[in-house]
C-alpha cells in the first residue's frame, strides 16, 4: 500500500493490485505499469523509466521473497504534483544488509547487479522497508514533468 499523503482519492484510474505469485505474473504487472503510465499521460521516456523499475521489483518479489503483491495508484503530493507510486510486497526472508543490497555489482545470484540501485535511479522516490524473517516493502514514485 502507498503512503497515504501520497493518495488521490479524486483520481480517474484507480489503485490496483496485481499478485505476483508465477513467473507469467511478471509480465501482467510490466504491462499494468505501462497501460497506467500511458493512461496517466507519461512520456515514452518516463514509461520506460518506470517499467524498468517495476519489473526490477517484481522480479525480486518472486525470486527472492517467493512471490507478493505489487499496488499500482496514480498518486498526488501536496503541490498537486501528479505521479505514478507502485508498492511491492513480498513475504520472503527480507533483506540482511540494505545498504549492500543497494550497492551497483552486488547480486545475490546470477544478475548484473544493477537491481535495487539502478531501480532507485529510475525513481524519484524510493523507499524500502525490509526485516529479516519478516520481508520486504518498496515503494517508489515516477512524478510527472
Known amino acids: 500500500m502507498l503512503p497515504d499523503e501520497l493518495t488521490d482519492p479524486e483520481r480517474d484510474i484507480p489503485e490496483r493490485e496485481h499478485p505476483v505469485r508465477a ?3 511478471l509480465l501482467t504487472a510490466r504491462h499494468a505499469v ?4 500511458v493512461a496517466a499521460g507519461f512520456s ?17 518479489a518472486y525470486i527472492h521473497g517467493g512471490g507478493g503483491t505489487m ?8 503541490r498537486g504534483r501528479m505521479g505514478l507510486g507502485l508498492s511491492v510486497r513480498d513475504d520472503g526472508p527480507g533483506i540482511t544488509d540494505v545498504e549492500q543490497a543497494m ?29 529479516p524473517g519478516r520481508g520486504t516493502t ?3 514514485v515516477r512524478w510527472k514533468p
Open 103 to 131: 550497492a551497483d555489482g552486488f547480486s545475490t545470484g546470477a544478475g548484473l547487479g544493477h537491481g535495487l540501485g539502478g531501480t532507485k535511479r529510475l525513481v524519484d522516490e524510493f523507499t524500502i522497508d525490509t526485516t
Open 34 to 37: 505501462r497501460a497506467t503510465a
Open 44 to 60: 515514452i521516456i518516463d514509461q520506460t523509466k518506470i517499467v524498468t523499475a517495476a519489473s526490477e521489483l517484481v522480479r525480486n
Open 138 to 140: 518498496v515503494a517508489i
Open 23 to 25: 513467473e507469467e505474473d
Open 71 to 78: 499496488t499500482i495508484a496514480v498518486v498526488r503530493d501536496g
